[in-house]
């Protein structure tokens, strides 16, 4: 009897062991944080967007993810635990003096902003990024800039996947230290194309080229 419950404490043992080393992988996933944003610009919209872009870098790359939907402000304590932030929306955004020192903090120490304009958002975007950068400028990435080319070949820059005012899509960037901290896409919209494709009628062609280029951001990002 006594080896009995030798035995059963052993197991008991190995099976808590599992399920720790289970939740710590499910803690350490990759997941990407919608940034809420105050200045009444739809910062929620489309919330299927990060979930399929996660989905699909599960599935062909070797980054352990967790494709969930997130969201987070700036002021949350735990924003600074996210590695990844993602923005959009179509109107105003407004960032606070005290959010603007926490999101320089937040990128000159290891994070990552990536902003896409879903149509409208362009001059709020610049302007309040300039409370957090007001030292530099964004400028435009070359076709040659890695991210462009590290796990997919994008060798024209940003795909250009909804209209717009049907000018060429374009991706910017603001670099501290000689790493690239905030990209930016205008006029481009990828992250729409992350959605299902009957949402926005895209072709699945534009689907995919969208979580493609998406998967080149998260790469870059997390290798860089």
Known sequence: MKHFFIIALIINIILQADLFSQATAVNSAFKIARLKYNGGGDWYNDPQEEVNLLKFIGQN???NVS??????????DKFFTYPFIFMTGHGNIVI?????HRLRTYLENGGFLYADDDYGM???FRREIKKVFPDRELVELPYSFGLYHCQY???NGP???HAHDEKPAEGFGLF???????????????????????VHN???????ESLRFGTNIVVWALTH
């Open 61 to 63: 790359t070797s980054i």
């Open 67 to 76: 494709p969930g939907y997130e969201f987070v402000s700036i002021e949350d």
């Open 96 to 100: 606070s003096d005290n959010e603007a």
């Open 122 to 124: 362009d001059k709020s």
């Open 153 to 155: 070949d994008f060798s």
């Open 159 to 161: 795909p250009k996947v």
């Open 176 to 198: 501290h230290n000689n790493r690239l901290v905030v990209y930016y896409t205008f006029e481009s919209n990828p992250s729409d194309g992350w959605n299902d494709p009957e």
């Open 202 to 208: 895209d072709s699945q062609e534009k689907h995919i």
